[in-house]
């Protein structure tokens, strides 16, 4: 049996309020009551309402008023109206605002309980689209790249693009950026997508397992092998490899990694026998992967081989247009079936002059705090963390920037798009070359 429902209503008059606590409740269907606005929002507090009969003429508030404030703090409610004869023009401003349905008094009372029973219907059904919503947010996390920037919008064309591809791709970004995501999106879209998408933080590896762990060991290879291991290359087999935090692979892995990509072929450990790898490598990495080719730490050739196709993911702060839709769908994501919590223009303000060194790591777990903190309400600004809003003060209604410091930014983010490529840079900034370089020499933007 489904749980009951939750009614509340609002009214001054004693005896109706006791009318229709009486009449209206059953086994399916709880009734609530308060005698005046203070009350009905203490009510609220306490209790998560399905429909909500309100008085229009209560003695310390406007019933429309009151609406309006509902609406701010609830979700997934609906509300009936009882009017007076005189004010049938209230009761039609009241339907414009979003009220189910409204009863003149008098009223009779099984017209009053049809009227609830099809609100309720309503609230359900909402219910079950927010939830349908919810599942298509859940499952589109791992390969939906949120945001409208145009270095975002870059990123997606570029995936759409390797979709018929099987060539490696470096994806560099800051950490918390969405390298992850990316990634998962390239595989998803792959002839490979129903196939394993193996990901593996070279990171986290223990220096002297990693061999191992990519190509598999025999059995008795070395002291401690107890064991076969076939390796991650042999796991993703026909599928994807994402190898993280490659800038951490050990040397002799990396040359090993290189004849890989180059032949195919490989041997796992204590074993002679060449092996066939069907498998399309992903790479990231929040190093400056060229800077350790020329401090000798990392392999040169596997550099050039892995750095083919490159997809730079931009950090946040760069690309801010990208954090109100980022919002929204962590929201979505995480409210988890709940009511979606609001977020007044205030809060977004805020979040919009922060400067984000974690990225959108951090802005997903600030979200997530700030969804606990405001307990199914508004999200207002005590529910952020104070480092962000004191880092923020001044910011909210900081100067627009001078047109050289726009001018600069827009080169860098440009440049930062085209991967450092100046011939292209110049193409869309739709500027000759030598113009591109003075100004670059002149903001200090060379790499
Ligand atoms: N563009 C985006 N759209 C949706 N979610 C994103 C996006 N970028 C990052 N995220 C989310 O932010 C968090 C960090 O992203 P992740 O890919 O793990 O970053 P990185 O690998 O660069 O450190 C994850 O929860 C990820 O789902
Ligand atoms: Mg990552």
Redesign the pocket.
């Known amino acids: 049996m489904q749980s009951p429902y939750h009614v509340l209503v609002v009214d001054d008059e004693e005896n109706i309020l006791r009318l229709l606590k009486n009449e209206l409740s059953s086994c399916d269907r709880i009734v609530h009551t308060a005698e005046n606005a203070q009350s009905a929002r203490q009510a609220l507090k306490k209790q998560q309402y399905d429909v909500i009969i309100l008085d229009i003429r209560l003695p310390d508030a406007d019933g429309l008023d009151l609406f309006a404030e509902f609406k701010m703090v609830t979700q997934d409610v609906e509300l009936v109206l009882i009017t007076g004869h005189g004010d049938i023009d209230n009761a039609v401003e009241a339907m414009r605002m979003g009220v189910f349905d409204y009863i003149t008094k008098p009223f009779k009372l099984d017209r009053l309980e049809v009227v609830i029973e099809r609100a309720y219907q309503r609230v359900c059904l909402q219910r079950e689209n927010r939830g349908l919503r919810h599942t298509q947010a859940a499952t589109s996390?791992r390969c939906?790249?949120?945001?409208r920037s145009a270095p975002?919008q870059e990123i997606k064309f570029l995936i759409d693009k390797l979709t018929h591809s099987e060539v490696p791709v470096l994806i560099t970004?800051e950490?918390?950026?969405?390298?992850?995501?990316v990634a998962q999106a390239i595989h998803t879209r792959s002839q490979r997508a129903t196939q394993p998408f193996i990901v593996k933080n070279c990171a986290m590896l223990f220096r002297e397992m990693v061999r191992s762990e990519l190509f598999g060991h025999k059995k008795g290879s070395f002291t401690g092998a107890t064991e076969a291991h076939e390796g991650l290359v042999a796991v993703a087999h026909k599928g994807t490899l994402f190898l993280d935090e490659i800038g951490d692979l050990p040397e002799d892995v990396q040359a090993s990694l290189l004849r890989l990509l180059e032949t195919k072929m490989y041997r796992r450990m204590g074993e002679n026998k060449e092996r066939r790898a069907d498998v399309r490598f992903l790479f990231?990495t929040n190093r400056d992967l060229a800077k350790a080719v020329e401090d000798g730490a990392f392999n040169e050739a596997l550099f050039h081989r892995i750095n083919v196709f490159n997809i730079h993911i931009p950090r946040l702060r760069e690309r801010k247009e990208d954090l109100p839709l980022?919002v929204e769908?962590f929201l979505n994501l995480l409210s988890n079936g709940r009511p979606v919590a609001d977020m007044p223009e205030k809060t977004l303000k805020r979040l919009l002059a922060y400067d984000w060194p974690g990225n959108?790591?951090e802005l997903?777990n600030v979200l997530e705090r700030a969804l606990i903190l405001s307990d199914g309400k508004a999200i207002t600004e005590n529910c952020l963390p104070k480092e962000l809003l004191d880092s923020g003060q001044g910011n909210t209604n900081a100067p627009p920037l001078s047109l050289e410091n726009m001018e600069r930014e827009h080169i860098a983010r440009v440049l930062a798009i085209c991967h450092g490529s100046r011939q292209r840079a110049a193409q869309v900034l739709n500027i000759g070359r030598k113009t591109l370089y003075r100004k670059i020499q002149k903001y200090g933007l060379e790499p």
Do not use: M, P, Y
């Not at 939906?144 to 945001?147: R, V, W």
């Not at 950490?175 to 995501?181: A, E, F, L, T």
């Open positions: 996390e939906n790249l949120i945001g975002i970004g950490s918390g950026v969405g390298k992850d995501v990231a980022l769908h959108v790591r997903r």
